[in-house]
């Protein structure tokens, strides 16, 4: 199936350094939304994007879809202990019948 | 509460038994799907149902079976023939403003 490369794996940040996860594909996405999951949780919906170069920002975590909708990225600034997760991007890709294709996620942890 | 449950938490099972794990609705979502999670693999789509009585393979849909008789319910069955089944399994439905997935807590499945 279609592949979406989410950079890096893992993470471990000091409380207060910032944090960026990278979301890749070779193909056109139609939108992505983007999930947060704490350890032992199930993921939670955080945002979608929908229109070329968006950013949109909650609090302290600023997402972006690139301006050839082929990548996203997501910006924590200041992270805090209740950060720690592990954070999915999902994209849906055009001719895939409104599927989400979920990445591999990327692992925070956030030393104290 | 409007939501997703999933039951039992915590399954084990012998080697070569079928088991069904439980997901229920009342969310009224006509989408429904199932996930398996490994460690570092990211959510990986074993079979979804966009309506009742019908429903398509994911990406590893070998040694799973699913029925969607109800709009509530989309239970999965662990068949004997799934070679590596013990994960944590997340089912999830389709709604909302963005047609986001909201997730049940999960069933993490050992296979001994």
């Known amino acids: 199936g279609q592949q979406v490369m989410q950079i890096p794996q893992y993470q471990h940040v000091q409380e207060g350094e910032d944090f960026t996860t990278y979301c890749n594909s070779s193909t056109t996405l139609s939108n992505i939304q983007w999930y947060k999951q704490r350890p032992g949780g199930h993921p939670v919906f955080l945002i979608q994007l929908v229109k070329s170069g968006e950013v949109k920002k909650q609090k302290r975590l600023t997402f972006q879809f690139g301006e050839a909708k082929k990548n996203s990225s997501l910006h924590i600034t200041a992270t805090q202990t209740t950060d720690v997760g592990t954070y999915f991007c999902?994209?849906?890709?055009?001719?895939?019948?409104?599927?989400?294709?979920f990445g591999q996620g990327t692992e925070l942890s956030v030393k104290p | 509460d409007g939501g997703i449950t999933q039951s039992p938490k915590y399954l084990f099972r012998k080697e070569g038994q079928n088991v069904t794990l439980s997901c229920e609705q009342n969310l009224n979502h006509d989408a429904m799907y199932w996930y398996r999670q490994d460690p570092g693999q990211g959510l990986r789509l074993i079979y979804y149902?966009?309506?009742?009585?019908?429903?398509q393979k994911g990406d590893i849909a070998e040694g799973y079976s699913v029925s969607r008789e109800k709009k509530e319910s989309f239970p999965l069955t662990v068949t004997s023939a799934q070679k590596n089944p013990t994960a944590f399994y997340l089912c999830?439905?389709?709604?909302?403003?963005?047609?986001?997935?909201?997730f049940g807590p999960g069933t993490r499945l050992t296979v001994l």
């Open positions: 999830a439905s389709t709604g909302g403003s963005y047609n986001e997935q909201f």
């Open positions: 999902a994209p849906r890709i055009y001719n895939q019948g409104g599927k989400l294709i």
């Open positions: 149902s966009q309506i009742v009585n019908d429903f």
